[in-house]
């Protein structure tokens, strides 16, 4: 019997992680943190209802965090590997997982120092050998190569252009096929080439982050220019809080673009985020060697991120400084909704001063900083204080490399016949369910949102 199962991102945009049982063997499609709320995050900890040493073989669709963040503690229950993935998913992956691997020993540190921890002493979810273990698993597997990944299950990965390196993936088991979109990018990525088509499938597993929205425009550049324009006249600073993989660099792109046409303020631009700036490499060698998911045009230019005017922080000693500047300028820090890292800082300071805006520019989950701020917060608890909001908030939601609902139910249509079935995963169950229902009506296929541990036989 072949079954589905569905160990995350049910109900929910976090934690990833999609087990395909062939009987004989069983592979996993991403294994991905849960993230946002104290109870999703307490997800992280539960036991599985599998035993990971079970698990032939992971395939990751992309190098985001709710994708491939749990792999170190799959290694520490006893998964063997191989973890499989292309090389720039690969690239990302090694600069992802040890950085998230810090942050819970960091958290693990802190809530022992300030004793707020159930357990005695508090341990993290799992530390920088654990990571390093899972890195060793890594075996690359390009665009379009189908290869057996477990005895009698193959798989093949194709560009989803949602960030670089990322794929959907066909599995094919048991006489059936299964495609999972992983996260699928926008058509009008202004770096990366449009998802590749479905084909073939009997199942499809979608997602659903967008589910409910169109976003207006192809791009927020505009939006983005002008925010600049009117903070940096009045004096202030605009800080975009900004997830460290690919929301980066579009916005550097573009950026860029604005430089070049003489329309951007001669103001400093940062990036202040040691992980943005590593990813931030991959994506120029990416550049650099021509990669086949990189756009034409994009490949054409050697410094298309805004080289030679950037300004790139790495110490703490410097993020501390530039949050204490009080010069217009424009900074760009992780994370991306605002639940850690160096953006906290220049939050808390910012956040204060009228003269500054702070612009959102991708999905913000429920019960993060950056959903309560685009929900109009007065004031956001940061740093064990409260903090009055006075600065402009600007939301410009169309720099998001998800695609909305059309451009989901577009991808879809390119299937080359009927599925059997569609899977709406990734997705609040708002969103998810007005795709179902649209799925339903408009190709009059079968959508199901699977709940959180259910098994569906394939
Ligand atoms: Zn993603």
């Known amino acids: 019997m072949t079954t589905l199962r569905f160990l995350g991102a049910a109900g929910t945009v976090t934690g990833s992680r999609h087990l395909l049982d062939a009987g004989t063997a069983r592979v996993m499609v991403d294994c991905g943190l849960f993230q946002g709320t104290r109870a999703l995050r307490d997800r992280n900890w539960a036991k599985l209802p599998i035993a990971a040493r079970d698990v032939d073989s992971v395939i990751l669709t992309h190098g985001h965090i709710d994708h ?14 191989p973890v499989r993935a292309t090389a720039d998913t690969a690239a990302l ?28 002493p508090a341990l993290p979810l799992y530390d920088t050998e654990d990571a390093e273990r899972a890195l060793e ?13 477990a005895p009698g299950i193959t798989a093949t990965l194709a560009t989803a252009g949602h960030i670089l390196g990322s794929s959907t993936v066909r599995v094919e088991l048991g006489g059936t096929s299964v495609v999972f979109s992983g996260d699928l990018g926008r058509p009008s990525h202004p770096l990366l080439l449009p998802p590749a088509p479905v084909g073939e499938a009997d199942w499809i597993v979608v997602e659903s982050t967008y589910g409910d929205r169109h976003h207006d425009e192809v791009s927020d550049a505009a939006g983005l220019l002008d925010t600049i324009v009117r903070t940096v006249a009045r004096g202030g600073t605009v800080v975009i809080p900004a997830f460290a993989v690919d929301r980066t660099e579009i916005l550097l792109y573009h950026l860029d673009r604005m430089a070049e046409l003489g329309e951007l303020p001669d103001v400093p631009i940062y990036v202040d985020s040691p992980m943005a700036l590593a990813a931030l490499r ?4 990416a550049v650099r060697a021509r990669s086949a998911e990189i756009r034409p045009d994009v490949a054409e230019d050697p410094t298309p991120f ?6 790139e922080i790495r110490s703490v000693e410097e993020s501390k ?7 217009p300028k424009v900074i760009i820090a992780a994370s991306g909704m605002a639940t850690g890292g160096r953006v906290v800082h220049h939050l808390a300071r910012f956040l204060e001063d009228p003269r500054s805006s702070v612009v959102l520019v991708g999905y913000q989950a429920a019960g993060t900083r950056g959903q309560l701020l685009l929900a109009g917060a007065r004031e956001l608890k940061m740093l064990g204080r409260y903090v009055r909001v006075r600065a402009d908030v600007v939301n410009l939601p169309a720099f998001s490399v998800h695609a909305d609902a059309d451009e989901i139910i577009g991808w879809l249509r390119t299937s080359s016949r009927r599925p059997k079935g569609v899977f709406l995963v990734h997705g609040e169950p708002g969103p998810a369910r007005v795709l179902a229902d649209r799925i339903e009506d408009e190709l009059d296929w079968t959508a199901v949102i699977p709940h959180m541990d259910e098994i569906v036989r394939l």
């Open 306 to 311: 805004l080289e030679g005017r950037l300004r």
């Open 321 to 327: 400084a530039l949050t204490a500047t009080d010069q």
């Open 137 to 149: 698993l890594l075996r690359v597997m390009p665009h379009g190569d189908r290869r057996e990944v």
């Open 93 to 120: 992956v090694s600069i992802v997982l040890p950085d998230s691997a810090r942050l819970q020993e960091e958290e693990a540190a802190h809530a022992n120092e300030q004793g707020y921890s159930k357990h005695a």
């Open 282 to 285: 991959v994506y120029r060698a």
């Open 68 to 81: 491939c963040g749990y792999l170190p503690r799959f290694v520490a229950d006893g998964f063997q590997g």
